[in-house]
């Protein structure tokens, strides 16, 4: 440890490389509210800096979890057995934006709100949003594919990367994709987005950059009944509009989201948060469809934004969402299950039946527009093995229904066990296979993300 | 031998324990690019037979379908059904849907809607191991590794796509395409002018779902679209690169920073100088086809485009030699890419998957890799 120590403050110098149990200790958890120790915590300013962490880490076979904001769901930035947290954040320059082109070639430790705002002058934006905008950074982004309201509309992180610069395994400096469109070759780009830091650290990437929308339109609309809620999602879909965003909070949410936020008075068995954006003219024209579906379905409700403040209004309420839950107990398990828009019905049924089943109460918010929803579980240390069983439950019953165990928020330590569930041995065994190609002695962020294959953190069955 | 399994599960046991080499194949609408079957007792597996009607979610916005459907069928499936899956093709009519995504096609929609691979939510894949399902059928799904992108542009070196599942968007209600025509005896003001167009395009605010160019340098056609496009004109312009592809030997792809029509039409013009040739290019997305003929083979034109091109646009550029063009310079089918940088890490990256994940690399073993380095 001291040998390495030493020559990373060589490389780095020593207000760069952390080691004390109080530097150590702001590096142990991720937002899932774990806490593993690491080693040591470094502060590369380059990818040939991050580069040469790498290549001591491998030397002395120290295991390496890269982190960027740390605001990550599943666990994957916690060092579970100590080793070096190669911290991202200084990374953080925007080296070009091409109005043009609609790119922007940035490093991964910007934080995506930040490029929001150095793209907003030339009439654009970078599509995925995740809750976490303002803090999270674009390398997390990219290693998580992170989501967002607003994928139904824009895709995911994923369809919005040009390319990336790759630090691998054992310090190779790699370009995948390009910083232009068709690179050629094997999409190994595709590989590498979402790959939880586990596959190669990412240093730069070239993002393509949306226009703007010429205006919005945000309705909210309540519901006497879930069930109704979900049949005009599917309304609003068979209507031929695709929302930017479609959210959807149930009872229990709306509930807490009152009790932490007293200025939001909506009751009802569930909310629907609806965005469209575009030109005005065509916004108009689908407002009145959508009124015209909610209203069909049982909305008694609807409200439609007529200021921005009033748009900011409705945003609160399910931005609260989140923290509204993080009053009801100290902890609380943020499940993220993704089901074909046609099976949201049975899916919210399934949970509530599970829920009772179980005796744990669930708070249900849903990117509805995508499917993707995240079952809300408040708990004590007592609950947990209840907990433990609802979760397996409900992932299983999310396959079931040809869905992901995970839309957003990454498997980490936390989905491990759900992998078997969701891939049979066939697929687990090709992502064993590309695991060992990009890192063969296994020192990227061990015991994540992919089980099995010698994963010497793997408790899945 | 030639194998036309009728379902997933025979093109599996066509498979089944193989260690090749197999020729996988769609319709065979791109030979020059494929790989011929391997001299001798090769196995020749296409999937012209493996159609049927798609499974259609419409309030999933989803389709799944074999592989061996042409993709114009795909499209008139959906149409019927009020939906679109929103990727155009300039091949031909009977291309597969399975060809097309092994291929890496390119779409003339992808500047309003993105590339292919933006598209396809998951595959079911032939392999000597049998059949494999990568994906799920909804927009997000990050449980472990993309491999479903891995097999789109990998021309079935990795196995056999047998059905694919697609993300769909409604069928839009108005579609239209617009055309402008540039004409002139000086190339450079026909490519000026038609950069100054696209960008008032741009500038005023559309959001077209294709800019499209299409031409001579001394007479070059516009076509920007909305909504899906006019089928005519779509069909027009595959036409128009079809006769183009029968017309020139050679032929080669060129990235640059969109929009880039002056900047591409000005290396071509240089590169190509004194000989006769044509051009298409998404204009919006900055990639560009060039057909041309010259009897010294394509290598000289290659070269001189390689080298104003770093001198123009430093790193940001690839210029891709497809079909014969990458035979006459390699002496295979396939591709050759350019910039020949320094045998990139991806290369090494490349040939340690296919060898983990298509043991013995038992398909389409004749396909090159991307870049001469490699190869050497």
Known sequence: MQHIFAELTDLLGRERVRRDLRDRLAYAYDATGEKHLPDLVVFPETTAEVAACLRLAREHGMPVIPRGAGTNLSGGTLPLDGGMVVNLVRLNRIRHIDPDARTAL???????????????????????????????????????????????????????????????????????????????????????????????????????????????????????????????????????????????????????????????????????????????????????RIDEVVRRHGAGEVRLAGSEAERNALWAARRAAYPSLAQVSPSVWAMDVTVPRDRLVPMLNEVLRLSALHGLKVYTVAHAGDGNMHPTIPYTPEDRPRLDLLNRDIQAACVALGGSITGEHGVGIEKLSGMGVQYGSDVLTWMQAVRQVFDPDRILNPGKAVPGGGNPHDHSP | MIIRPDSPAAAAAALAGTDGPVC??????????????????????????????????????????????????????????????????????????????????????????????????????????????????????????????????????????????LRLLPLPEASHTFSQTFTGPDPLQVAGAAETAVRAALAAGARPAALELIGQPDHLRLLVATGTGNEDDWQAYSHQRAAMTARYPWRLKLSLPAPGVAAALGLLDRALSGLDWAVAGHAGSGIFTAWWDDPAGPAPALNRLQAQAQAVSADRWFVVAEGAAARAMTGQPGWVSFPPRPPRSQDRLEAALRAALAPGNFANPHLPSPTPEARS
């Not at chain 1, 607003?150 to 400096?173: I, M, P, Q, S």
């Not at chain 1, 703007?212 to 068979?238: E, K, W």
């Open chain 1, 106 to 288: 940035v490093e991964t430790g910007v934080v995506n709100g930040a490029l929001q705002q150095a793209a907003a002058p030339h009439g654009l934006f970078f599509a995925p949003d995740p809750s976490s905008f303002k803090v999270a950074t674009l390398g997390g982004n990219l290693a998580e594919n992170a989501g967002g309201p607003r994928c139904a509309k824009y895709g995911v992180t994923a369809n919005h990367v040009l390319g990336v610069e790759l630090v691998l395994a054992d310090g190779t400096v790699v370009e995948l994709g390009g910083s232009v469109e068709d690179a050629p070759g094997l999409d190994l780009l595709g590989l590498a987005i979402g790959s939880e830091g586990t596959l190669g650290i990412m240093t730069a990437a070239t993002l393509r950059l949306t226009p703007l929308p010429a205006a919005y339109r945000t309705m909210m609309a309540v519901f006497d009944s879930l069930p109704n809620a979900m049949a005009a999602v599917s309304g609003i879909v068979a209507a031929r509009i695709i929302p930017a965003a479609l959210e959807l909070l149930d009872e229990n949410t709306m509930s807490a989201v009152r009790r932490s936020n007293p200025a939001v008075a909506f009751t009802g068995a569930a909310l629907l948060l609806i965005e469209v954006d575009g030109e005005p003219a065509e916004l108009d024209a689908q407002v009145s």
């Open chain 2, 24 to 165: 996988i194949r769609g319709a065979g609408t791109r030979t020059a690019w494929q790989p011929l079957p391997a001299p001798g007792p090769g196995l020749v597996v296409e999937t012209t037979r493996l159609t049927g009607p798609g499974d259609l979610r419409p309030d999933n916005l989803s389709a799944s379908f074999l592989a061996g459907t042409p993709l114009s069928d795909v499209h008139a499936q959906l149409q019927a059904a009020g939906l679109w899956f929103p990727v155009a093709h300039c091949d031909a009519p009977e291309a597969t849907l399975g060809g097309c995504l092994a291929a890496g096609f390119e779409s003339p929609l992808r500047f309003g809607y993105g590339p292919p691979r933006d598209w396809v939510l998951g595959l079911e894949v032939a392999t000597p191991q049998g059949l494999i399902r990568f994906g799920a059928d909804v927009i997000k799904n990050v449980a472990g590794y993309d491999l479903v992108k891995l097999h789109l542009g990998a021309w079935g070196r990795f196995g056999l796509i047998t059905r694919a599942t």
